[in-house]
């Protein structure tokens, strides 16, 4: 995989691979080609049978402070449809493994909406999370109204969108908006170590259990429960449960082959 703005590491031996923003000059801004590299990224580590879960980073100033605003500027409403980004965005969303993100320094705009499109969100002391996208006569458009929202609820999500306020690692822990909060020295190790727990369950379960997961956000409890119940079902074909349930019952660990 040769990109110009990720960085992509597979550490094999732990089954975590890991993708670095890398436009640290603006701020890791997430222009068309990031976007698309890091789809393709995501596409080609989704088929990867020897990675079980994924990190996410940028650097310590900044996760990503947004779309790229100098390549928006000059757009129409019709370049920004036949551009069509978020046919990018969606594919991002599609990824059936656990993406973790770690965020130090800035998470704006396109970058907080990126963050919360990941499944965890590992966060350090320095982290600003924040919708700015009004204070240069816009809004979020990829989910950020929609996923804030529903994270961290109404007023607090209007207050952030309406007025473009970023909030602090801290109060994004309390708001329930990330998993954690660590000193910046200590995050992608926190995220790596989260993912490796994740990594080292039945891939089979894992994918299922997201796909659950994620059915809440856009079902009535009773569609997610049936889909749960039949994702549950469907965890009973595979070889790792009975590799999971024999090795409880004979007090060993469980040896994982996603199958
Ligand atoms: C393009 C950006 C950028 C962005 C920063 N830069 N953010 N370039 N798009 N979103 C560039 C700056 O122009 C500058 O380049 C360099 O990065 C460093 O930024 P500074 O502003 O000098 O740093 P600082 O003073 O520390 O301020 C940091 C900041 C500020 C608070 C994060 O850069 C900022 O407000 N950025 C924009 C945040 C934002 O509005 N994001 C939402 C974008 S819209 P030069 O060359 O001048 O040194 C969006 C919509 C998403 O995300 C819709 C879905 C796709």
């Known amino acids: 995989m040769n990109f110009e703005y990720i960085k992509v590491d597979r550490a094999y031996e732990t089954n975590v691979a890991l ?15 990031l976007m698309s590299e890091l789809r393709n990224a995501l596409i080609e580590l989704d088929d990867d049978e020897e990675v079980r879960a994924i ?15 100098k390549q928006m500027a000059g757009k129409s ?29 800035f998470a704006l705009g396109g970058g907080c909406e990126l963050a919360m499109t990941c499944d965890m969100i590992v966060a350090s002391e320095t982290a600003k999370f924040g919708q700015p996208e009004i204070k240069i006569g816009v809004m979020p ?7 804030l929202t529903k994270a961290i609820g109404k007023v607090r999500a209007m207050e952030m969108v309406l007025t473009g306020k970023f909030i602090s690692a801290e109060e ?8 954690k909060v660590v000193p910046v020295e200590m995050c992608l190790e926190e995220a790596i170590t989260l993912a490796k727990t994740i990594a080292f369950q039945s891939p089979i379960a894992v994918r ?3 796909e659950s997961v994620l059915k809440a956000f856009d079902s009535t409890l009773e ?15 595979s070889e790792d449960q ?10 060993r660990k469980p040896d994982f082959k996603g199958k």
Do not use: C, H
């Open 208 to 210: 299922l259990a997201k």
């Open 242 to 251: 009975k590799e999971g349930m024999n090795a409880f019952i004979e007090k």
């Open 19 to 33: 993708i670095e923003l890398n436009r640290p000059k603006e701020l890791n801004a997430l222009n068309l080609q």
């Open 223 to 237: 569609q997610g429960l049936m889909f749960e119940r039949k994702n549950f079902y469907m965890t009973f074909a």
């Open 141 to 147: 458009g990829a989910g950020g109204t929609q996923r």
């Open 172 to 179: 994004a822990l309390d708001f329930g908006l990330i998993n």
């Open 55 to 69: 990190v996410l980073t940028g650097n310590e100033r900044a996760f990503a402070a947004g779309a790229d605003i």
């Open 77 to 105: 409403a019709i370049d920004m449809l036949e551009i069509d980004q978020f046919s990018t965005w969606d594919q991002i969303k599609k990824t059936k493994k656990p993406i973790i993100a770690a965020v130090s320094g």
